[in-house]
Nanobody, 115 residues
Framework: QVQLVESGGGLVQPGGSLTLSCAASGIIFTPSVMGWYRQAPGKQREFVARIFSFGGTNYADSVKGRFTISRDNAKNTVYLQMNSLKSEDTAVYYC?????????WGQGTQITVSS
């Protein structure tokens, strides 16, 4: 059974930084895509960033230049380095992984950007 476990969320001041991690377990094939989505209160879940097994990346316009996604294929782990955080980045962040054509989600981790 595939499981995604996120870590690294919390409270941070505007302008601060955080790094999220997501480790995938119970998989046989290397995930073709690993990524992050977020959902703010009262809003729909939205795409943040993704990274493909070959290293290609995509970012939402709202985080370009501030967030960096990376992955360790040997550990089936994806990271999201978030810099220059803004109040509008406050949300529950979800890890996503595509393995053999199937979508998997983590349980989510809260990030609150507030002074």
């Amino acid at each position: 059974q595939v499981q995604l476990v996120e870590s690294g969320g919390g409270l941070v001041q505007p302008g601060g930084s955080l790094t999220l991690s997501c480790a995938a377990s119970g998989i046989i094939f290397t995930p073709s895509v690993m990524g992050w989505y977020r959902q703010a209160p009262g809003k729909q879940r939205e795409f943040v960033a993704r990274i493909f097994s070959f290293g290609g990346t995509n970012y939402a316009d709202s985080v370009k230049g501030r967030f960096t996604i990376s992955r360790d294929n040997a550990k089936n782990t994806v990271y999201l380095q978030m810099n220059s955080l803004k109040s509008e980045d406050t949300a529950v962040y979800y890890c996503n992984s595509v393995v053999a054509g199937a979508d998997y989600w983590g349980q989510g981790t809260q990030i609150t950007v507030s002074s």
